[in-house]
């Protein structure tokens, strides 16, 4: 297993452990639906939340809130 993979890993496990934390179900992880793949689907009462999970070792070049995922948004829109 690479240093990436297995970090990867640790970050989705986090996101699960808070998520559960804030009260909310794990109902799938790394869910795969034709191309796409989601790495957490989570519900507490109605809400139901689709969870792409992005790990850095760094913040040196930039912060998560200022990352933008274009891709993810696009296949997520058109459910394709």
Sequence with gaps: MST???FG????????????SKGFTVLAQNFHYRKA???????????LVAVEVKARSSVFFWRPRNLR??????????GS
């Excluded at 793949?37 to 809400?47: A, F, G, M, P, Y």
């Excluded at 995922?69 to 829109?77: A, G, L, P, R, S």
């Design 69 to 78: 995922f274009t891709q993810t948004n696009k296949t997520v829109d058109h």
């Design 4 to 6: 990436s993979y297995a």
């Design 37 to 47: 793949e989601v790495d957490l689907i989570v519900q507490k009462e109605s809400l």
């Design 9 to 20: 890993k640790e970050a989705e496990q986090r996101a699960s452990v808070y998520f559960k």
